[in-house]
Every structure is written in C-alpha cells, then in structure tokens.
C-alpha cells in the first residue's frame, strides 16, 4: 500500500518539515491535521484549491482534517505575501465573506459521521479569538516570543525594507495569533499538524514554538511550495482576476478553461497537486505531453479533474463539452446559457433577423463584423478554407446566412481561422 508520505513526496508537496519524525506519524497512525483560510471574499478561489485537495488526501489515508476559517484572524489581516497593508474587513464584510466560504468548504471534504474517526471540522476562530482579553493575550502568549524573534519573519522583514510602506502593529501581531490558533487546537482537538503554503512557514514555526513552551508537547508543521509559474508569476490569478469556486461569480466552464489552458511545462506539475489520478496515470500523461503535446490529453484531464472535485461530475462533463464544442459541430448541441458563456468574451454584432429571407452575403457580414479588412480578404479566407459558420467550413464566396444557420433559432457563431470568433444575434 503506497504510504501517504510517498504520495506527498512524489506530487511536490513537502517543500519544509518541522521534524521528520512526521512521516511516522503520518504514514503508521491517524492524526489530526489543519489548513487554515482567510475570509478576504465571499469565495475561495483556484488558489485556495491546493490546501483543500491536500486535506482531502490526508482524510482519505485515515487523518482527521479541520478546515479553519478565519473569523478572528480576518479581522487583522495576514501581512505574509503583502507589500503593503491590508484594509480592514468589517464585522458584517467578514460575516457574510464567512457564509460562502463555508458552504464551499463543507462540500469539498467529508464532515459527515460516515467518515467516523476521520470526519472533518469546520470551524471559525472568532470563537475563541474575539472572547479572548488582550491583556490576558499578552501576558499568556506574547510574553513567550521576542520582538526579534518576530521581526527575522520574512513576512515581516520584507515591509521593514519598505519604508515608505512598513507594517502597523496590527499587522504585525497576525503570527501571535496564528500561534495561538495552532495552541488552541491542539488542546481542543489533539491537533499536531498544520499545513500551508511556504509564505506561512514562518507563522507555522510560531505556532510550533508556542506549543512546545506552553504544553511541552510536540506538534509538526509542513509546507508546500510557493506555487510559481513557469515565468515566476505566482500562480492563482488568472489575467483577469481570481476564477472563483462558487459557480454564481465563475461558472464551471471557466474554471475548466482556466485549467484547460495550463502551458505544457506547467501541467505534470498541476496534475500531481489538483487531481487524485494515481501515479501511474499521471507518468503516462507525463508521456503524452513530451510525445503528443498538440493532443492537450494531460490539460484535458487536469480541468476535468479540477471541475470534478468542485462543482461534480455532471458540471464537469457540461463545461468539457461545452470546451468541445469550441472547435466542433457539437456547437449546435449546447443550449443558450452555455453559448452565451461559451462566447461571452467574443465580439458580437446585432442584426436584423428579416435579412436572412432574402440570404444575408457572407462576404459582407466577414466585413461588417471585422473578421477581415475587405471583400477581397473574406473571399481569399473562404478560398483559403479558414472561415466557419457554427464551426461547418464554408468554401463558396458567394454562399449566403440563412433561417437554417440559426442556432437556438437566434444566433451565429462565426469564425476565421482557429480562433477568432464572432457572435452574431438576431433579433
């Protein structure tokens, strides 16, 4: 049986270790371990995937996973990754950021008692932060960590280095109570491991430190690495903006094209982190990519993964074929809503539905629509073979738009080449 250490080690997820003696715990017994997540939206987002999928894998080899929503910490803000302050969220901002996230986070691990032993927690540290008293929070936590201690922090050191930016005190208090978090935990629930990103590496070893002076006790912390992209543009945003999970502000089908569109030397990297595809599989994707990379097979089955995991089965198979659909006759399979988002980015044109009686030139709508320069260009392009309707070829210069192109008895897609598109509604 593959040991969850070696599952960890062959997808690129140990980056830090606190102790190795955690690969014994992880790999011959059950523990309890915690991500925690900052309710800076309504939604998680693609980024926040890794932390969750990691959870998930630790459950299934029998550990204990807690999803902690951070309700007291939101309030604060964490300074790591930040070149400058955060603003601060409102009581009633976070309170509604927390009911999305909450949703979304019981959906993707098993909080039921079908799980037994291994059942996830969701819980929020407002609970216990926010009843908390400062001075009794001085004097119980921060009297065990030096001012220079806290300023080596590279989440810290890094704003020293911009004065023009620095870090409040408020910031700056974040890492005590993150320890205190990691302390709370441990004696509430037995938690002896916390994961993230290596940003939080330096918060982590807080939490460790505070344990082992506080209870004598010995807890791990473990860290993946930063996810960069190939050209060192951290990974999580796509060009505009975050591709969320909540299916109301990023449907499934962008969430599949954001995967879908992974660069070759990206996706064997992807598709050990986001899918629970064996080993196995993903060396023979592996392989696919080096042979047949024009296949796109490993990004194919990378989005479907990824849309799987979080919108479902049935989601996912609608945004592949609607990803399909792009480059096929199975366009006129789709119905409006998914045309729609299918082409919500393309130009589109409204036109008269009365001229397709008489026949609408093709040449003059590749005009009229900028998908060539000239008459001359669209009558070289239909020659050439590079124009489409729907996406069925057409050849004639002559040949005409009619009631029969209608898709959903509205619209046209038209296209020139591979993938200049135009979306034609007739009304």
């Not at 790591?80 to 409102?90: D, K, N």
């Not at 059942?119 to 540290?125: A, E």
């Not at 620095?166 to 002896?192: K, N, P, V, W």
């Not at 609608?318 to 998914?338: G, H, I, N, P, V």
Request: net charge negative; charged share 25%; aromatic share 8%.
């Amino acid at each position: 049986m593959l040991k969850i250490s070696d599952d960890l080690a062959f997808r690129g997820l140990v980056h830090q270790v606190s102790d190795r003696a955690l690969w014994t715990l992880l790999d011959t017994g059950a523990t309890t371990v915690y991500v925690g997540f900052d309710p800076t939206s309504d939604s998680l987002h693609h980024g926040n995937l890794l932390g969750i999928i990691t959870l998930r894998r630790l459950q299934e080899a029998g550990h204990r996973p807690i999803l902690l929503a951070g309700g007291g910490t939101g309030l604060i803000g964490d300074p790591g990754g930040r070149s400058e302050e955060r603003p601060l969220l409102s009581a009633e901002q976070l309170s509604a950021n927390l009911e999305g996230i909450r949703a979304q986070l019981a959906g993707l691990l098993d909080l039921s008692p079908a799980a037994g032993q291994a059942r996830g927690l969701l819980l929020d540290n407002s609970e216990w932060l926010c009843a908390y008293g400062f001075i009794e929070f001085l004097r119980d936590v921060g009297k065990h960590f030096t001012v220079n201690q806290m300023t080596a922090k590279e989440s810290v050191k890094s704003r020293f280095e911009r004065p023009d930016q620095g870090i409040s005190y408020t910031e700056f208090s974040y890492m005590l109570l993150q320890a205190y978090d990691y302390l709370y935990l441990h004696d509430a629930y037995g938690c002896r491991l916390q994961l993230g990103g290596s940003d939080q590496w330096g918060n982590i070893t807080m939490g460790l430190e505070l344990i082992r002076k506080v209870r004598g006790s010995e807890a791990f912390g473990l860290t993946w690495p930063l996810m960069l992209r190939a050209d060192g543009t951290k990974f999580g945003k796509s060009e505009s903006g975050a591709v969320w999970l909540d299916a109301t502000k990023s449907s499934p089908y962008e969430l599949y094209q954001f995967f879908v569109r992974t660069p070759d030397d990206e996706v064997g990297r992807l598709l050990r982190y986001f899918t629970f595809l064996s080993h196995e599989e993903i060396e023979a994707l592996d392989l696919e990519i080096a042979e047949r990379p024009e296949q796109a097979k490993a990004q194919r089955a990378l989005a479907r993964a990824v849309c799987t995991f979080v919108h479902g089965e049935a989601e996912a198979e609608r945004a592949r074929a609607a990803s399909q659909a792009l480059f096929s006759e199975d366009l006129t399979k789709l119905d409006e809503a998914l045309l729609l988002e299918v082409f919500a980015d393309a130009p589109s044109s409204r036109l008269a539905r009365s001229g397709l009686d008489s026949g609408l030139q093709l040449v003059d709508v590749l005009v009229s629509t900028g998908l060539v320069s000239s008459k001359t260009a669209a009558r070289a392009a239909l020659a050439q073979g590079g124009v489409y309707v729907n996406n069925r070829r057409r050849v004639d210069p002559e040949a005409c738009l009619l009631r029969e192109d209608l898709l959903i008895d509205r619209y046209v897609v038209l296209r020139r080449g591979r993938r200049d598109y135009h979306l034609l509604r007739f009304e």
